[in-house]
């Protein structure tokens, strides 16, 4: 199921924007943008995991590109937030002093 990367809407299973300038019905961000792609990636070359892609400067704003595919990045954000947490406690680990006994 593919979601609005900006506030969690879902879209119907077999949603495909009909044209660039479609906004979700929730929070009217642009759905024909990067963060909707499933070829988006943040480590990929271009951030696109398609290599003929185009460089596109702003991957929240709706945009002209060919290879666009609503997609789903479902855990994502629980996997990027469990990360967060394992590095803050490591962090906070390293300033954590011995009680003295």
Known sequence: M???YCC???FEEDYCPSSREEYCP???SDVHCCFNC????????????EP????VTDRDKANFCGFFTLGSREGESDKRSRADEESRA???????KDKPS
């Open 26 to 28: 929730q929070c009217s």
């Open 38 to 49: 499933q070829f988006y990636s943040e480590h990929a070359h271009n951030k696109c995991l």
């Open 52 to 55: 003929a892609a185009e460089w």
């Open 90 to 96: 490591r962090w906070e680990s390293l300033w954590k």
């Open 8 to 10: 969690g809407y879902e």
């Open 2 to 4: 593919a979601r609005c």
